[in-house]
């Protein structure tokens, strides 16, 4: 060992720094950005100085920033293990549908028709709450849901998708295959879910009013912690031991196994907390956003998650960051000027990106800047 | 109501006689025509019925004419029926000329009505038109007074599909008779029948008042009857899942046509391909493109227009898939993963390009005239155009085949499915290979659009709504042999459609995606994998 650690090409995995000092000097302007400074411009600068920041702005970003713990969740399972999933809108939907179910209770009578149950509950003539929405007025109980439910789907799905060893294209496949069921099953009003309508008309959080600015700032800077600490875990896991054996699984799953690795825990481990960030960014979109809906489980969300990860350069730590802000960035730009043309964008950039960036924005240039040295 | 029963037994055995008599022989008694006019509706009603038991061509004419509101009587009193500006004599069945202009209609009410409609099909019957009296048959209500107006039907009627319709519609009027034994011979025939009709009749039999009693007095034919309540729906299982099958197959066929193509570029070049579905898609619209020519330059030729649109489908999906083939595809070989983004990246391009030029809503694209309809055996409709679409699914699967294993090419394409590498070393020119297969797929995705775009809507996301099911019938068959996904399709059609009448559509889709998942625990490369010993990288 002690060789091999002297060895100039070669650090034991979990020895280096975790970041260098221009990195936490980055996260930490970021932070004070996010916690301070934009709460500060939009709850205390009056609304017609320049520096106000609108309600509508403070949402949007939140909303990216959301998408940005996903990207960063789902780069853990592309970008580093070589798994492609094309079935995570499914986790970030069951994290937002079990905090949404909380949220739904929280409005108590003051739905259109002054029931304790969810205006959808009777209009299909229910009388009580079917069992699996028990103890969901407790916010304990839904924090604990918002991790379990897509955590439990993952696991079981992962552990026999994996255990068989499905991989590559297949697995790809089978995933969006369960999104899929999934968005059927949510569609249906009989599931309890509201159907195709989903949860909205949220009032209120923990008794706080859900429209008000000061919620909508807690939230906002609740995300971006979240965003933070998401990826300082990716970061640290990769950094680790286990991380190192991800991406061997990713560079030659064989070889790993010749070598003694059984991956399939490996593989279920980091799937599984894949699926539980995703779970948990969900929860923090839903209240912002006001609206949950089967239309998350669309396979064609899932594979735009996948293009994030692939815009800003997979296996890098900021590429996640870089793509889900650009590609989300354009698309609330194309979706008000040239609604029609964002297809036409989109599809492009799948196209683009896979042929000529295959590292990414961020790989790309890191690149250019290896290519100056 | 006595006296009603016994003007129609008169009129069933007027019909008889008058039959017997032969047809047509006597016109009808002016007085009698005179009468319809009548104030009084029960005076009417008596003409009516008069009318009816003569029994001929004259009086069905008159009938009907009086039901639709063409008969008219003129100011001299002279009774006619005007029929688009011609008229003939309601008596004598000659032409009236010119019109009389004073003309007033003869009026009914609808009690007259329901009383012409019987007295009609009771007419129908004798007609000399089978459809004529199939359909008659049909109109009848079981009545014991019919009795023998069925009987001397029955003893005149040749075809077997009227007889046992009259047969059926004698049984259910005997039914009522007063004598258990008659009742006992009723429930033999019906015991035959196939219809759920049937089944309706008998089981008030044997339900019971509040009071106790049994609608049915007799003990011997209440258990007549719950025994033939058993045997029609024993019969009527056999046909229900006989049809059930049909409608798996046919789904199956639609399964196989849409992923046969995916199979041989999924298989060729390890490359799912996700605008496959936009494939489809685009052979639906080229179908649509040519209907819409048809229509504009030759309207004669208009059912035949499927025919045309076989090959048009055919040649611009497989010329646009060997467009992406050169363009993007070909570049990501061996990188998979980045295939099926950048394929997913052209299917969204494909879509919008297409609400672009088409608009975002459906088109319309109609069955040629020989397509629709179906076929009725017993009592199961077998639509054509489903019958159509499972011998031309079984066609293009049988020219797929004999393109790969009795032609150059798909030795060609056999060989590098099995071993890229060593069939470039031995001269297959592989990158040919793959353009040309992969605009065969695309090319029979494009008829399977042609065909999907006869059974349901073409709008820009046809392909979306198909695409699952095909990738799973490809998982599920695994890859380099048609077997598999033939085997793959039909049983995934044929579960489904046996699933669903008990789970329900999604519960039954969600389900066989559990089972896909379970059984690829037992054979992770599907149900027939090529046999090697590569071990995969």
Redesign the interface.
Same mark, same amino acid.
């Given at each position: 060992m002690n060789t091999l650690a002297t060895n100039p090409g070669f650090t034991i995995p979990g020895s280096e720094p975790l970041f260098d000092g221009r990195a936490w000097t980055a996260i930490a302007a970021f932070l004070i950005a996010t916690l301070v400074v934009v709460p500060v411009l939009f709850l205390v600068v009056p609304a017609s100085s320049s520096f106000h920041v609108s309600a509508y702005f403070v949402t949007l970003v939140g909303k990216i920033m959301c998408y940005c713990a996903v990207a960063v969740a789902m780069n853990l399972i592309w970008g580093y293990t070589g798994i492609l999933s094309l079935g995570h809108g499914v986790f970030f939907a069951l994290g937002g549908y079990a905090f949404g179910m909380y949220l739904m209770r929280m409005i108590g009578r003051e739905g259109q028709y002054q029931s304790l149950l969810p205006d959808f509950m009777v209009f299909l003539d229910w009388k009580a709450y079917p069992w699996y929405w028990s103890f969901t007025d407790h916010f304990w109980v839904a924090m604990v849901l918002v991790v379990l439910a897509p955590g439990l789907l993952a696991f079981v799905f992962g552990f026999f998708a994996f255990r068989s060893r499905i991989k590559g294209v297949y697995f790809s496949i089978i995933t969006q295959a369960l999104t899929f069921a999934f968005m059927l099953l949510f569609f249906r009003n009989d599931t309890g879910f509201g159907g195709n309508n989903g949860f909205t008309d949220f009032k209120r959080i923990l008794g706080y009013r859900i429209a008000d600015p000061h919620t909508r700032a807690a939230l906002f800077a609740l995300t971006a912690a979240y965003l933070m600490a998401c990826l300082v875990l990716s970061r640290a896991l990769i950094r680790s031991k286990t991380g190192r054996v991800l991406t061997a699984i990713r560079d030659s799953e064989n070889r790993l196994m010749f070598s003694g690795y059984n991956p399939l825990w490996y593989k279920l481990f980091v799937w599984t907390l894949s699926a539980v960030l995703c779970g948990i960014a969900g929860a923090l979109y839903v209240p912002q956003v006001g609206i949950i809906n089967p239309g998350e489980m669309s396979a064609a969300n899932s594979i735009e998650i996948a293009v994030w990860v692939a815009v800003g350069g997979r296996g890098t730590l900021l590429g996640p960051l870089v793509g889900a802000s650009l590609v989300n960035g354009a698309k609330s730009y194309f979706t008000q000027s040239f609604p029609e043309y964002w297809l036409f964008f989109l599809g492009l950039l799948f196209i683009l990106v896979t042929l000529f960036l295959p590292k990414g924005v961020v790989g790309w240039f890191r690149e250019k800047r290896k290519a100056a040295a | 109501m006595p006296l009603r029963l016994a003007t129609r037994v008169l009129i069933g055995l007027a019909l008889v006689f008058g039959l017997c008599a032969g047809a047509g022989a006597a016109a009808i008694e002016p007085a009698l025509l005179a009468q319809l006019t009548s104030e009084d509706a029960a005076e009417k009603g008596e003409a009516i019925d008069a009318i009816a038991a003569i029994g001929d061509e004259a009086a069905l004419a008159v009938l009907s004419a009086l039901r639709d509101g063409m008969l008219k009587v003129s100011g001299t009193g002279q009774m006619f029926i005007a029929e688009r500006g011609k008229a003939t004599d309601a008596a004598t069945g000659a032409a009236v000329d010119p019109v009389p202009d004073d003309a007033e209609k003869v009026t009914i009410n609808n009690r007259l009505r329901t009383r012409i409609e019987s007295a009609i099909g009771a007419l129908r019957i004798f007609s000399k038109d089978p459809k004529e009296r199939l359909a008659a048959v049909a109109t009848l209500t079981a009545d014991e007074a019919m009795l023998p107006a069925l009987d001397q039907a029955l003893a005149s009627e040749t075809d077997p599909a009227i007889k046992s319709a009259l047969q059926q519609v004698r049984a259910a009027s005997q039914l009522k008779s007063s004598d258990a034994a008659k009742r006992l011979a009723a429930i033999d025939v019906l015991a035959e029948s196939l219809d759920a009709k049937s089944k309706n009749l008998l089981l008030p039999l044997m339900e019971k008042s509040p009071a106790g009693e049994f609608a049915e007095p007799d003990e011997q034919v209440r258990q007549a009857a719950s025994a033939a309540v058993a045997a029609i729906e024993r019969r009527l299982a056999v046909y229900d899942y006989a049809g059930r099958v049909f409608t798996g197959l046919s789904l199956g066929s639609i399964l196989l046509l849409v992923a046969l193509g995916l199979a041989i570029t999924?298989g060729l070049l390890?490359?799912?391909n996700m605008a496959h579905g936009e494939m489809l898609m685009i052979g639906a619209y080229a179908t649509y493109a040519t209907q819409t020519v048809f229509r504009a330059y030759f309207p004669a030729a208009i059912d035949w227009y499927v025919v045309f649109a076989l090959p048009v489908a055919f040649l611009v999906a497989g010329g646009i898939g060997i467009l992406l083939e050169r363009s993007?595809i070909r @570049?990501?070989y061996g990188?998979?993963?980045?295939?099926?983004? !950048?394929t @997913?990246?052209?299917?969204?391009? &494909?879509?919008? &390009?297409v609400?672009?030029l088409f608009g975002a809503q459906n088109v319309e694209v109609s069955n040629p005239t020989w397509m629709s309809g179906g076929i009725t055996v017993v009592n199961l409709v077998l639509p054509w155009n489903r019958i159509v679409i499972i011998g031309f699914s079984m066609t293009v699967l049988l020219l797929v085949w004999l393109m790969l294993t009795r032609t150059r090419l798909g030795l060609f394409v056999r060989g590098v499915t099995q071993n890229r590498t060593m069939a470039s070393c031995v001269g297959v020119p592989t990158g040919r290979v793959d353009m040309i297969a992969f605009g065969l797929g695309s090319g029979i995705a494009g008829l399977a659009g042609c065909a999907l775009s006869q059974i349901g809507n073409v709008g820009p996301e046809l392909g979306q709504s198909y695409i699952?099911d095909s990738?799973?019938v490809v998982?599920l068959g695994g890859v380099g042999q048609l077997a598999g996904t033939v085997y793959a399709a039909l049983g995934l059609g044929v579960a489904s459609k046996f699933l669903e009448p008990y789970l329900g559509a999604?519960p039954t $889709?969600?389900l066989i &995606?559990v089972l896909?998942? !379970?059984f690829?625990? $037992?054979r992770?490369q599907g149900l027939f994998a090529l046999k090697g010993r590569s071990?995969e990288?």
């Open positions: - | 999924y390890g490359v799912i993007v @570049w990501l990188r998979p993963l980045e295939t099926l983004l !950048a @997913w990246g052209i299917s969204l391009f &494909l879509i919008q &390009l609400r672009q699952i990738f799973m998982v999604v $889709k969600i &995606l896909i998942i !379970a690829i625990q $037992k992770p071990v990288t």
